[in-house]
């Protein structure tokens, strides 16, 4: 059973530059999050796909956007990028269970802006 | 609104035990535990749901005090793997599947 998969793993971008990284959740999972974490910092809620459409958004502007697929999976495209843009990117699969909603990670993209 | 775990960072002898705190200032629906190792992915460790229930894995455990909205993390006879930095994530609302994480908490294990 595959769990979170994401991609690429590492990448480095200029500054004013678009990036979109890419998620496929764990099998049997609908709902897909997406986090970044800088250096020394816990994960930080970036937003939160369901059924195709962003169901909820952190405090983040506008220069970050996604999409969910059909088959569940995700994208997260980032604008214009800055230097601050700089960390690793995480994608997060649940599914809404009653026993609670067990929430998994992929490895993540570290995404790097020069 | 983030949770402020304690302490920040401790260093133990192999088969010491510690315990990590996760407070919140807003009534909580679950805990969620993560060991995240330097470079690597978050790892599921457990969630707690409220109603106090304690959860064991091993030799980790964790308990949730709803009155305090207060989670503890339990690590007993440490072992040089459980090395890492413990974050838990407090979701409010049943459903939301949406994470706030704590500060962290860097653990150290030496032989």
């Known amino acids: 059973d595959a769990g979170v998969t994401q991609s690429p793993t590492h990448l480095i971008k200029t500054r004013g530059q678009q990036v979109t990284l890419r998620c496929s959740p764990k099998?049997?999972?609908?709902?897909v999050s997406w986090y970044q974490q800088a250096l020394g910092q816990g994960p930080q809620f970036i937003f939160q796909?369901?059924?195709?459409?962003?169901?909820q958004r952190g405090n983040f502007p506008d220069r970050f956007s996604g999409h969910q697929f059909p088959n569940y999976s995700s994208e997260l495209n980032v604008n214009a990028l800055l230097l601050g843009d700089s960390a690793l990117y995480l994608c997060?699969?649940?599914?809404?269970?009653?026993?609670?909603?067990?929430?998994?990670f992929g490895e993540g993209s570290w995404l790097t802006v020069v | 609104q983030q949770p402020v775990q304690s302490p920040q960072a401790v260093i133990l002898r192999e088969g010491e035990d510690a315990v990590i705190n996760c407070s919140s200032s807003?009534?909580?629906?679950?805990v969620h535990w993560y060991r995240q190792k330097h470079g690597e992915a978050p790892v599921f460790l457990m969630i707690?749901?409220?109603?106090?229930e304690q959860k064991g894995h091993e030799k980790i455990s964790a308990s949730f005090n709803e009155k305090k909205q207060q989670s503890s993390l339990y690590l007993t006879a440490s072992q040089l793997s459980y090395s890492g930095t413990y974050f838990c994530?407090?979701?409010?609302?049943?459903?939301?599947?949406?994470?706030?994480f704590g500060t962290g908490t860097r653990l150290t294990i030496i032989p």
């Open positions: 997060a699969s649940s599914r809404q269970q009653i026993s609670g909603n067990t929430i998994y």
């Open positions: 099998s049997g999972h609908d709902t």
């Open positions: 796909y369901y059924e195709e459409e962003e169901r």
């Open positions: 807003k009534a909580l629906y679950s």
């Open positions: 707690l749901l409220k109603g106090g």
């Open positions: 994530g407090t979701e409010l609302i049943f459903g939301n599947e949406k994470l706030t």
